[in-house]
């Protein structure tokens, strides 16, 4: 999912309002967009921010590419004015594995996990997720048990693109469980970052 190439770069983000230092340089945080994980930081001019954006890779100050993977595209682009730094999300087939920094867990699923809780709180008659949750735990959780065998069957058939299908749908519908219940999304991240360790 790549930022939309037909808007320019001053439609997401205020370019007029951002505050380069001295040297008319700003901190940019690269960071994975799909796993949240702090690639590196680089410092861009004006110059090196807009053509990062054109070019869809991302350059700085000095105009030198900064290899992060094959087939990257900009998934976002944030400037905070009280730390006054770039954040630039990215995507790529392959990200590069020059971190340093450890992974910032769940950034996707914390969004799908927003959206789920907004249509709990604020329900939409044609939403899939809202139906999902009128159902209560007998649908949700027949849910659950189906992705689950999908899952399993799909392993067993080593169809790594099924794999992927129907983890994602897994995943969807366990969040689900997880709004429905009420339950903190960030108990869990605790819990993975224990077994982490």
């Not at 995507?91 to 699923?109: H, V």
């Not at 997880?178 to 819990?191: G, N, Q, S, W």
Request: hydrophobic residues 40%.
């Amino acid at each position: 999912m790549s930022a939309s190439k037909s808007l320019s770069l001053s439609q997401l983000i205020p370019i007029d309002k951002i505050r380069y230092n001295p040297q008319g340089l700003i901190p940019a945080i690269i960071q994975d967009g799909l796993e949240g994980r702090v690639l590196t930081l680089v410092w861009m001019s004006p110059d090196s921010l807009q053509k990062t954006w054109d070019d869809q890779r991302v350059y700085d100050y000095q105009g030198s590419v900064v290899e992060l993977g094959s087939d990257l595209a900009i998934a976002g682009l944030r400037y905070d004015p009280v730390s006054e730094s770039l954040l630039i999300l990215v995507e790529s087939e392959s990200i590069a594995e020059q971190s340093g920094f450890d992974a910032i867990p769940g950034n996707l699923l914390s969004e799908v996990f927003q959206v789920i809780c907004d249509r709990r709180d604020h329900p939409k008659e044609d939403s899939y997720t809202c139906k999902l949750l009128s159902g209560g735990d007998n649908k949700i959780l027949k849910k659950i048990g189906e992705e689950s065998a999908e899952v399993v069957m799909a392993c067993k058939d080593n169809d790594t693109e099924a794999i992927a299908s129907e983890v994602a749908d897994l995943f969807y519908h366990t969040l689900v469980a997880i709004a429905y219940h009420r339950a903190d999304l960030r108990d869990v991240y605790r819990k993975l970052a224990q077994r982490r360790r």
